[in-house]
């Protein structure tokens, strides 16, 4: 089954290979996480309604996008685990920086990462062509679209992590199934896509053949929180896969500027 549109696009096509080795930062063995993240989990719940503003919208829109694909077990199944999923937090929502915007942030932290050569593979395996760093002085304009994405995305008084993620994926560059470790990242992901769309999957641990595509157009905002962020691996497909609703999603050069929250102390 495939839905897209609106603010919360989804493609629901079948398993994906769950895997993705641990990343010191961020990153951890789907299947090690998910329990130790429980007391996480039910404050991950309760705290919607950044996001919770645009479900109605986004899950009209998907409905009107509904197609079904031959691996999907029923229409009504995907949207029920986007649903699912919209309903604990998750988000993606289409257009939230312009182009202006867009060529900004990248322009900013640009310098930054030139200085570094791509890496063919990171440690821990998870992430494959990028290079990136962790910013934390911003212009003054790049600060407000910030500031937007964090007040859009996290709970109020959730404290957050001041270093901005920049993540620079090379055209064949891809990021493997992974869960973000719970030591290092709290309730909330949220990611801008800048300069290239994607498609991000999500692939639920425990069912494996709960999977979901979601179309990160460039210059849109994912939030991963609640079942999104502890119960699903999620990943960014490699070029060659990189398809949505039947159509391909051609992946340039990517840069991702995602922030997170501090982990909770129960974690
Ligand atoms: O580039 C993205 O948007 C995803 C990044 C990611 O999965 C991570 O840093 O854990």
Known sequence: MQMSGGGGPGMLRGPGAAGAGSRGRSR???????REQGAEQGAAGAEQQGAG????????????GLRCGAAAASASSGLQLWLRLQAGGAAVLRGFVGAGEEALLAG?????LRRRPYQDRHWDGAI???RETEKLHWSKESQEILQRVRDVAFPPQVPQLAQVHVLDLDKTGYI???IDSVKFCGCTIAGLSLLSSSVMRLVSEQNPQDWLDLLLERRSLYILRGP???EFTHEILKDEE???????VPRERRISIIC????LPSS
């Open 28 to 34: 951890e063995q789907p299947g090690r996480s998910s």
């Open 260 to 263: 997170r929250n501090l982990p």
């Open 108 to 112: 900013e932290v640009e310098p930054q």
């Open 176 to 178: 493997k199934p992974h």
């Open 128 to 130: 494959h062509k990028y």
């Open 228 to 230: 999104a962020r502890y």
């Open 242 to 248: 990189s398809f949505f609703d039947g159509q391909k």
């Open 53 to 64: 503003a645009e479900q109605q919208g986004a899950g009209r829109a998907m409905r009107r």
